[in-house]
C-alpha cells in the first residue's frame, strides 16, 4: 500500500470555524490531490500540487485553500467552514501527471 | 455537469458467475480510463486503466473494455468472488486537461 496518512480521520466542528485537513506521503511523488467525495457526484477534484509550491485548482476548488510547503505534505484549509462542507475528503498521490493514483483512507468532515 | 456517468447504482451477482460493470462518458477528448475498487471507510485502490489506443485490457480476473464510438467502457470481473462486494468508480482523463473526472460508482455484492 502506498504510504498515505490523512488526519483527522474524523472531524466535527461548526459552521464559521477554519478547519485544516492534512495528508502525509512517504513515497515521494510529485503529485498530491484533495477530492471530496460526495452522494450523487463521485470524487471531485478540490486543489492538486505538482511540486511544493505549486498548487492549481480543480473543479470545486472555492471555499479551499492548500499549501505544499514540502514534499511530503499537503494541507488543504476551509478558511471558514459551512455546512456545504460537511464531506469525506480524500488526499491522492501519483508519481506523474494522468497516472493513477493511489488514495488515503479519507477524513469525515461533519459542519454542524 | 457529470461528464463521466455510472448508471446503475448497485449490481448483485452470484459467486462464480460474471460481473459487468459499465461506465459512459461524454467528453469525447477523454484518452484515458481508470477503474478503482473502494471498500467502506478505506479510499479508492486503483484496478486496471485502459488508454484510447486500445479496446481491451487484461489483469487476471479483470478485464476492460473501451468502445469509443460509444464513449462507454465496461469493467469485466471473472469469476466474481464474495471478496470482490465494494464499489468501484470509473475515472476519465484528457490528455490536454489537468484532472480526472470520476463516476458516481457502483456497489457490487456478490453473493456466496
Known amino acids: 500500500d502506498a504510504g498515505i496518512t490523512q488526519s483527522p480521520r474524523h472531524k466535527v466542528t461548526e459552521t464559521g470555524t477554519p478547519v485544516t485537513l492534512r495528508c502525509h506521503q512517504t513515497e515521494n511523488h510529485r503529485y498530491m490531490y484533495w477530492y471530496r467525495q460526495d452522494p450523487g457526484h463521485g470524487l471531485r477534484l478540490i486543489h492538486y500540487?505538482?511540486?511544493?509550491?505549486?498548487?492549481d485548482k480543480g473543479e470545486v476548488s472555492d471555499g479551499y485553500s492548500v499549501s505544499r510547503s514540502k514534499t511530503e505534505d499537503f494541507l488543504l484549509t476551509l478558511e471558514s467552514a459551512t455546512s456545504s462542507q460537511t464531506s469525506v475528503y480524500f488526499c491522492a498521490i501519483s508519481e506523474g501527471w494522468n497516472q493513477p493514483q493511489h488514495f488515503g483512507d479519507g477524513t469525515r468532515l461533519s459542519i454542524l | 455537469d457529470q461528464q463521466v456517468k455510472q448508471n446503475s447504482p448497485s449490481l448483485s451477482v452470484q459467486e462464480g458467475r460474471i460481473s459487468i460493470l459499465n461506465c459512459d462518458y461524454t467528453n469525447s477528448m477523454f484518452d484515458y480510463f481508470l477503474w478503482y475498487k473502494k471498500y467502506p471507510a478505506e479510499g479508492p485502490t486503483f484496478l486496471i486503466s485502459?488508454?484510447?489506443?486500445?479496446d481491451k485490457n487484461e489483469d487476471g480476473r479483470f478485464t476492460v473494455f473501451l468502445n469509443k464510438s460509444a464513449k462507454h467502457l465496461s469493467l469485466h470481473i471473472v469469476p466474481s468472488q464474495p471478496g470482490d462486494s465494494a464499489v468501484y468508480f470509473c475515472?476519465?482523463?484528457?490528455?490536454?486537461?489537468?484532472?480526472?473526472?470520476f463516476g458516481t460508482g457502483t456497489s457490487l455484492t456478490v453473493i456466496p
Open positions: 500540487s505538482y511540486g511544493v509550491k505549486d498548487t
Open positions: 475515472a476519465a482523463s484528457a490528455q490536454v486537461g489537468n484532472q480526472f473526472y
Open positions: 485502459i488508454s484510447s489506443i486500445k
